[in-house]
């Protein structure tokens, strides 16, 4: 099956990455979207991280052990997986394939060793966005006002921002996440504009057909 849009033209789902250093607001431009965007389902990772105050299991991630995640890599349960911050963290395929299948576009809070993955495996249908924070001091003071990760955390987080930012051209676009109002409607533009693309709209020779027809009587 594929995604229908407001007009009824079928095309075919997309694979709507969000990446960045950590603490630019990834998960906060994520449910924002998922609030506003019908169609739309994020893909819960599995991570061998300990889960933080307020998170929901199944929710904000599948937390399992290293042995679990192992095995769930060695029998292919993964779409990609990295080690980030010295854990592990995966995508479970099953519901994006079910997901893309049912119609459904699938939002991805992943880092760029994942997105590089998705892209090898299914680049035409995968949506790149990276989002920068408006400077180093806002980034820190970010990850303060989270209020969930340690102080040394924090420190391990900001000594990789660089490492992360240096992929920052491998995406198709770069958001500022300044004003997150602001963010959001230019991440929300994205998507629609993506869901328009031509080549995804498997539904419009066929549209056009019709159209033509009416034309000639
Ligand atoms: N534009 C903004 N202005 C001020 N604070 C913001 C903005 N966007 C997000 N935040 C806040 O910054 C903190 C970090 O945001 P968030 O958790 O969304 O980042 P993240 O990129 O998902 O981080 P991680 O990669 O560690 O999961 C949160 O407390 C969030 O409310
Ligand atoms: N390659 C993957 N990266 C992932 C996945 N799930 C989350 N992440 C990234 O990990 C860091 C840290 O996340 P946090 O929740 O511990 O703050 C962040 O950059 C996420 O985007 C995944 O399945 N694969």
Redesign the pocket.
């Known amino acids: 099956m594929t995604a229908g849009g407001f007009d009824g033209v079928e095309r075919r789902g997309l694979m709507f990455v969000l ?2 250093p ?1 603490g630019a607001g ?2 906060t431009l994520s449910r924002m979207l998922l609030e506003r965007e019908p169609g739309l389902k994020m ?1 819960v ?3 061998t ?1 300990a889960m933080r105050p307020g998170e929901v299991e199944g929710r904000d ?1 599948f937390f399992v052990d290293k042995p679990k995640f192992e095995k769930m890599v060695d029998q292919g349960e993964l779409l ?3 080690t ?2 010295d ?1 592990l ?3 479970p395929r099953a519901p994006v394939e079910a997901a893309l299948s049912a119609g459904q576009d699938v939002l ?4 760029w ?3 590089q ?1 998705l892209h090898q495996k299914a680049s035409v249908d995968v949506v790149r966005v990276f989002i920068l924070p408006p400077s180093a001091a806002d980034l820190e003071k970010r990850l303060h006002t989270r209020a969930q990760d340690s102080d040394e955390v924090i420190r391990g987080r900001m000594s990789r921002a660089t490492h ?1 930012l240096s992929h920052w051209a491998e995406y198709d676009y770069i958001v500022v996440n300044q004003n997150v109002d602001d963010a959001f409607a230019e991440v929300q533009s994205i998507l629609k504009a993506e869901r328009l693309k031509r080549e995804r709209r498997t539904g419009l020779t066929e549209f056009v057909r019709k159209l033509q027809r009416q034309l000639e009587k």
């Open positions: 990446s960045s950590s990834k998960t893909s990772s599995a991570t991280r991630y990609e997986w990295a980030v911050f854990n963290y995966g995508t991805f809070d992943i880092d060793q994942g997105t993955q992360e």
